[in-house]
């Protein structure tokens, strides 16, 4: 899923990102209900005629925002109190208001305020993330009930835009295989249309992170999604699928094509390096996106280093091919029952010319 | 023509322009050959290869941007010396470096050096606009010579990029109607594809610089292009076609897009105002482009307001349709016979319902 963090994937417009195939974006609840308000946009109908997208939307819980604010939020069991980062307003985020503030955008798929846990290194890590897992559990209960409530009519003054949404649970329990085990369980018992993982992609070598979730899918319905949170690079998605993923959003694609970072078929490419000043080439000759089938690795750079907004929206729009044909591959080569082999020849081709070392 | 600076139109990819139905497009020869330089670009083949953009290109000779430079450029008979913007370095721009840059850029159409004047409010006015309007000659008579040497293949160390390249005079003589006509006369003698008018929209009255085109355009061929740089508003695209013109160029609809100033059928609409933050109506109901058809005005306002490169987008894109409609109603109109009515009509249109007063 690309990332529409305001309801709009930075620079690349709704039309731009059919183009490149995106079947479903992420929106995040957090900076919509700052800015302009789930209010506003259940008066306007809901988010997506707000925005003109009819595909599907999934919105996040706005609890990772929240929890990145360390110095400006508190959390008990009742929820998260935070101050906004645009005028210092003090909010108070609980299971229950971040479903409601999702009903009333009515996307198509509502995800529970989880407590997301930075990677634990101190020496009582495994106590803290045991509490932590477990206040999950309970508001994750607490926001099912709420989500049914709304779904039977019975929260009066929230608006219920879209009447077909679905709601994920997030199973937590850091690094500890048992305690995520224990979450994935417990929160299949409560019973959603489906499942993500969250609190990984947070620090840990990436190994921990494949192994956690090899260890978590397991125990996750094989017929509903499966959902891992803001993962990640190419080599990620291959590999969580490998280990039974699939669905994914991550900024990378779209943050780093700002940033100038291409990904290509042949590893990652920065294009305001010198050396491309006059490559003639497409970025990616194996890519068929509107950006390697008109633009040389020269125009891009030149875009880039004037600092032209154009540089953001070719850049994103060929990162947002790149990870969207690479989900497609996946499709293909699991249909096919050749994912093992284009597993080895994907991760092969990315390390064949290392572009840019 | 929209402009595009740097060879890209600010926020738009050639794809939308070419979607608005953009014939041709404007870049700026002192931006180019300041970077990346008119060698690297001649070494990519040229501006239409090096930007991906088949369709014609004009460039200007660069002139207008160092007259801008004040503090930073001295005039002479040779021509202009200044510093760039970015490192400060020393560079001397004559009438036959300017026809260079273009011949390595490979426009189609190349604008010869002329000396731009401000509006000048001066007692002794008229003797410095003759001595600049008789200089600007003087000049349109080096860069013809330069410019038939290098189709003549006479000139070593110049790529001439694109044999077609076609050359036009700039009539100037400020805002002395009998200067015009002497500009004119002499401009047409020098013998040249085409002509413009330059000097014009530097802050004079509308009015005087309507009289300046209505005095202007009937002492240049009518089977030539008539072009008037740097016009204008909507109502100056009429009324100077009124007074004989063909070819515009403007930074108007791209410049205040980016800052939500759109262009409608019905007046100008500030799209950052809080009266539309809840407006679902299109920006402009009459118009058919991307944005009016998948956009209204409450998403587009949040856009501007979270600062989204998106608004850029959206907005740019409107306000290009609108101009290049615009132009295209006044084509069909002249070949209906009913230019007139239209143009009132046209006025009458956008003075209706001031929308932001």
């Given at each position: 899923m690309p990332v529409g963090t305001q309801g709009a994937v930075k620079g690349v417009t709704h039309r731009d990102l059919e183009s490149v195939g995106a079947d479903i974006l992420l929106s995040n609840t957090y900076h919509l209900y700052l800015r302009p308000g789930d209010d506003l946009i259940a008066r306007r109908g809901g988010l997506h005629k707000f925005i003109g997208w009819s595909k599907p939307i999934l919105t996040d819980s706005g609890g990772y925002q929240v929890f990145s604010m360390a110095s400006r939020r508190t959390i008990d069991e009742q929820g998260a109190r935070f101050r906004s980062h645009l005028d210092g307003s003090a909010h108070l985020l609980t299971p229950e208001k971040a479903t409601d503030i999702q009903a009333q955008l009515g996307s198509d798929i509502a995800m529970v305020l989880d407590e997301c846990l930075a990677h634990p290194a101190t020496p009582d890590g495994r106590a803290i993330a045991r509490a932590s897992m477990e206040r999950t559990l309970r508001w994750a209960c607490r926001a099912r009930d709420r989500f049914l409530s709304l779904r039977d009519g019975l929260v009066p003054g929230v608006v219920v835009s879209n009447p077909g949404q679905a709601q994920f649970g997030i199973v937590q329990g850091s690094l500890f295989p048992d305690l995520r085990e224990e979450s994935a369980r417990h929160t299949v018992d409560i019973g959603f249309e489906a499942y993500a993982i969250g609190?990984?992609?947070?620090?840990?070598p990436v190994d921990v992170m494949y192994d956690m979730v090899a260890r978590t899918?397991?125990?996750?319905?094989?017929?509903r999604p499966r959902y891992l949170m803001g993962t990640g690079t190419p080599e990620d998605l291959v590999e969580s699928v490998a280990r039974g993923i699939d669905l994914f959003d991550c900024v990378l694609p779209t943050r780093n094509a700002r940033n100038g970072q291409l990904f290509t078929s042949e590893g990652k490419l920065?294009?305001?390096?010198?050396?491309?000043?006059?490559?003639?080439?497409?970025?990616?000759?194996a890519c068929g996106c509107y950006t390697c089938r008109t633009c040389s690795r020269a125009y891009l750079r030149h875009l880039y280093v004037v600092n032209e907004i154009n540089a953001a929206t070719l850049n994103t729009l060929h990162n947002l091919n790149f990870y969207l044909d690479t989900m497609r591959r996946i499709r293909d080569a699991i249909v096919f029952r050749r994912f093992e082999n284009f597993r080895v020849a994907f991760l092969e081709s990315l390390s064949r010319q290392p572009l840019d070392s």
């Open positions: 609190g990984l992609s947070v620090g840990e899918t397991p125990n996750l319905p094989a017929n920065n294009i305001r390096n010198a050396r491309y000043a006059e490559d003639d080439r497409p970025p990616d000759p």
